[in-house]
């Protein structure tokens, strides 16, 4: 349950914010490059991606806004460092578990 609440949220936010001319992100190959140069909309989906993808099933589905910004801001100074890796790979190093 507490899975299907996390993906009806997720795809709220989304789509609330989703661009006019929405377009296919694939997080498997983009680099911290492009997640940086993305713009805000796509900043927002891969950091907002990233807390759901490592809170995982087993943790409660709260948003803690000052941990989400803490990570973000590590996500953001790692990925400033280190531009050609994958935003997947940035984002094990930064919250892997």
């Known amino acids: 349950m507490k899975t299907t609440v996390s993906i009806l949220f997720a795809a ?4 609330s914010s989703a661009p006019a001319n929405a ?3 694939d997080l498997s190959t983009m680099t911290c ?6 713009g805000e ?3 927002k989906l891969v950091l907002t991606w990233m807390d759901g993808w490592y809170k995982g099933d087993s943790d409660q589905a709260i948003i803690d806004t000052d ?6 801001k590590k996500f953001g100074t790692y990925c400033a460092k280190n531009p050609t890796i994958s935003i997947v790979n940035a984002a094990e190093e930064i919250l892997g578990k």
């Open 23 to 25: 377009v296919k992100l």
């Open 12 to 15: 709220a936010l989304m789509l």
């Open 41 to 43: 909309d796509t900043i």
């Open 33 to 38: 490059k492009q997640f940086i140069e993305g």
């Open 67 to 72: 941990v989400f910004v803490d990570n973000a």
